[in-house]
């Protein structure tokens, strides 16, 4: 079941108000600079994989389902190459955005897929039951807080 979109992903901006893609581009340009100033020691793989996370944002009104699943992809990609990184926070931006657009079903489907890729990646640089189990929490937790919207 589809839900009523808020009104600013279902109208374009008018005047005196931001357009969306204006915003969309911002908090893409924002999670890079962030997540290029937190490895400042970043090759050019990373600095790659970090722009092809954050770049698909400038779609996600358009198509919410395709650029969470590339972000996704490129999240799993990245992990494997280069470790997690700030800019892995593009995935919370997409499910947010699911959340707001789609029914509850994708949005679990989404949220499976985005818990599953927070166990693998705290997997790979937690060590020990305590610190994997903090981060496991704290990460499913900002998920959730991104999925809430879809709960009403």
Known sequence: MRQRLPDAFRRPATAGERSPSWVDGAIALALLALSLAHSRNAGLVAIVLNVALVAPLLWRRRAPVPVFALIWLVAAVQSLAVGPAFADSALLVAFYT????????????????????????????????????????????LATAAGVPSVR
């Open 98 to 141: 699911i959340a707001v657009t789609s029914g509850l079903r994708t949005t679990a489907g989404a949220g499976a897929a985005l818990e599953l890729g927070i166990v693998l990646a705290v997997s790979e640089v937690a060590s020990g039951a305590e610190p994997w189990l903090k981060a496991v929490i704290g990460l499913s937790g």
